[in-house]
């Protein structure tokens, strides 16, 4: 069974930085996408950015230049370097792993969510 543990969300001020982290334990296959989520109070959830195990990564337009994604596949951890925060980022932020069988088949993690909560 997979488990995800995220750490580092917190309370910063406008303009400040956050880095979130994500390990996963268990037994993962070798291809996978690890990547972050946020939800706000009355909107769903949104991609944030997403890494594949071969390193390609996706951003979301509105974090694109800010934020920071990057991983440890030998610790199978997956970070999220938030710079230049802005109150509209203030979300819970939700670390989802998707591994992928050698039949393609796609099993979907999601972690418990750390709250980030950007001040103006």
């Known amino acids: 069974q997979v488990q995800l543990v995220e750490s580092g969300g917190g309370l910063v001020q406008a303009g400040g930085s956050l880095r979130l982290s994500c390990a996963a334990s268990?037994?993962?296959?070798?291809?996978?996408?690890m990547g972050w989520y946020r939800q706000a109070p009355g909107k769903q959830r949104e991609l944030v950015a997403l890494m594949r195990s071969f390193g390609s990564t996706n951003y979301a337009d509105s974090v694109k230049g800010r934020f920071t994604i990057s991983r440890d596949n030998a610790k199978n951890t997956v970070y999220l370097q938030m710079n230049s925060l802005k109150p509209e980022d203030t979300a819970v932020y939700y670390c989802n792993l998707k591994a992928i069988d050698p039949s393609a088949r796609v099993y979907d993690y999601w972690g418990q969510g750390t709250q980030v909560t950007v001040s103006s």
């Open positions: 268990g037994s993962i296959f070798s291809i996978n996408i």
